[in-house]
C-alpha cells in the first residue's frame, strides 16, 4: 500500500499570507492520481485538486497543486479566513485507496 | 445538483449491527461507483472500499473485509453500509463519496477521485 506522509502537521499562519502543504508517497503515485481535500469541523471533506494539479470546479484559483512522482505539493496563495481548516492529500491511483494524516492549517 | 444524503446517528451496543444508508440525486446513479470512508473521533480519513453501481460489485479495504458489506438499490439510488458485529472501536463517522473517473485528454481511466460526500453518519458504539 501507498503511505502518504503530510507535513507540517500544523501550519500557524495568519489570513493573507502564502501556505504550502507538502504531501510525501512511499512510492510514485501513478499519472499523479493525487486529490486534496479540505475539511472543516463537522463537515464533510470537500475535493479541492484532483489529478495533482486540475482543480475542481468551483474553487478559487489561489489554490493550486503540484508535483509528480512522490511529492506533491498544495499551496494557497492568500489565505482567507474560511481557508483555516484540515488539508488530506489522498492517492487514487493504486488500490488500496490512501490518504495522507492530514495538516492543520490554523490561525495564528 | 448533486446530493449524497446519509441516513442519521445511530447508537449501538457491542455485537449489534447498523445499516448507513447513502441516497444520491442529481446525476445518473448507476454511471459513478460510491465509495465508503471512515472517520474515527479526531482521527484521519479511511478507505474502505467501494460499490460499482453498475454492476453491484463490491471492493473492500483490507480491514474492512470480515463485518462490513456494501449494497445497492438502484431503484431509488441508495446505497448501504452494513456493520455487523460491532465493537467500539467502530465508532466513527462513515461518509459515502462519488467516486468521479479521472480523464484527460478526452480518455477516461477507472481511476478515481471523491467529487462529492454525504453529509456522514456517525455511529457510536456503547455498552
Known amino acids: 500500500e501507498i503511505v502518504l506522509t503530510q507535513s507540517p502537521g500544523t501550519l500557524s499562519l495568519s489570513p493573507g499570507e502564502r501556505a504550502t502543504l507538502s504531501c510525501r508517497a512511499s512510492q510514485s503515485v501513478s499519472s499523479s492520481y493525487l486529490a486534496w481535500y479540505q475539511q472543516k469541523a463537522g463537515q464533510p471533506p470537500r475535493l479541492l485538486i484532483y489529478g495533482a494539479s486540475s482543480r475542481a470546479t468551483g474553487i478559487p484559483d489561489r489554490f493550486s497543486g503540484s508535483g509528480s512522482g512522490t511529492d506533491f505539493t498544495l499551496s494557497i496563495s492568500r489565505l482567507e479566513p474560511e481557508d483555516f481548516a484540515v488539508y488530506y492529500c489522498q492517492q487514487y491511483g493504486t488500490s488500496p485507496l490512501t490518504f495522507g494524516g492530514g495538516t492543520r492549517v490554523e490561525i495564528k | 445538483q448533486v446530493q449524497l444524503v446519509q441516513s442519521g446517528s445511530e447508537l449501538k451496543k457491542p455485537g449489534a449491527s447498523v445499516t448507513i444508508s447513502c441516497k444520491a440525486s442529481?446525476?445518473?446513479?448507476?454511471?459513478?461507483?460510491i465509495n465508503w470512508v471512515r472517520q474515527a473521533p479526531g482521527q484521519g480519513l479511511e478507505w474502505m472500499g467501494l460499490i460499482k453501481t453498475d454492476t453491484g460489485t463490491p471492493t473492500y479495504a483490507q480491514g474492512f473485509t470480515g463485518g462490513f458489506v456494501f449494497s445497492l438499490d438502484t431503484s431509488v439510488s441508495t446505497s448501504y453500509l452494513q456493520i455487523s458485529s460491532l465493537k467500539p472501536d467502530d465508532t466513527a463517522v462513515y461518509y459515502c463519496?462519488?467516486?468521479?473517473?479521472?480523464?484527460?485528454?478526452?480518455?477516461?481511466?477507472?481511476?478515481?477521485?471523491?467529487?462529492?460526500w454525504g453529509q456522514g453518519a456517525l455511529v457510536t458504539v456503547s455498552s
Open positions: 463519496a462519488r467516486g468521479r473517473r479521472h480523464c484527460t485528454g478526452g480518455t477516461c481511466y477507472s481511476q478515481h477521485y471523491f467529487d462529492f
Open positions: 442529481g446525476y445518473i446513479f448507476t454511471n459513478y461507483a
